[in-house]
């Protein structure tokens, strides 16, 4: 079974800062990942797709890149409602999801 | 809108069965793939399988096979996920999600219900 390995777990910045998350397949999945945000009690939202395309009515902020195995998420300038629980999610074939970043605003 | 509408928190004791609903509206029931996902408190996410709304097809995670049963009604456009002699590491919230593209299968879930809380607890 393909794993999917984030880091860090946890990132503390600050409004206006750039965060980056990475994501490491144990083998190539191409492009086949998708993003997530997952704020305390509600449900995943989905921000990207195929390793980079923005969902409709996600903020341009939000970005992501790679193939193969490792991928990134990157906010480039963090905002207050940005604080949550990122997880990346391999989605071809059987879904597997990272174990999650927390996001916090300091 | 596009919506998933779930029902409401279950309490179950161990050995007993639970079955959730995840009622859609906004779209087309039998166009997209309905997925169930759970995620246990604290914890991450885990995919339990999908189901077609358009044909009853159904396939599970190897974790949950002969434990789950995957259906729906087309009439109500609502899916359901029935899950049989639950443990105590079965307490989680439980999630239905749409597949992205319609009448295919890709795993890339972009509308969830709002999730149903499952306890398991004697």
């Known amino acids: 079974d393909i794993q999917m390995t984030q880091s860090p777990s946890t990132v503390s910045a600050s409004v206006g800062d750039r965060v980056t998350i990475t994501c490491r397949a144990s083998q190539s999945i191409s492009s086949w990942l998708a993003w997530y945000q997952q704020k305390p009690g509600k449900a995943p939202k989905l921000l990207i797709y195929r390793a980079s395309t923005l969902e409709s009515g996600v903020p341009s902020r939000f970005s992501g890149s790679g193939s193969g195995t490792e991928f990134t998420l990157t906010i480039s300038s963090l905002q207050p409602d940005d604080s949550a629980t990122y997880y990346c999610?391999?989605?071809?074939?059987?879904?597997?999801f990272g174990q999650g970043t927390k996001v916090e605003i300091k | 809108q596009v919506q998933l509408v779930q029902s409401g928190a279950e309490v179950k004791k161990p050995g007993a069965s639970v079955k959730v609903s995840c009622k859609a509206s906004g779209y087309t029931f039998t166009a997209h793939y309905i997925h169930w996902l759970r995620q246990a408190p604290g914890q991450g996410l885990e995919w339990m399988g999908w189901?077609?709304?358009?044909?009853?097809?159904?396939n599970y995670a190897q974790n949950f096979q002969g434990r789950v049963t995957m259906t729906r009604d087309t009439s109500i456009s609502t899916a359901y996920m029935e899950l049989n002699r639950l443990r105590s590491d079965d307490t989680s919230v439980y999630y239905c999600?749409?597949?992205?593209?319609?009448?295919?299968?890709?795993?890339?879930?972009?509308?969830w219900g709002q999730g149903t809380m499952v306890t398991v607890s004697s």
């Open positions: 999610q391999k989605f071809n074939g059987y879904p597997t």
């Open positions: 999600a749409r597949d992205r593209w319609s009448t295919v299968i890709t795993y890339a879930f972009d509308m």
């Open positions: 189901m077609n709304p358009n044909s009853g097809d159904t």
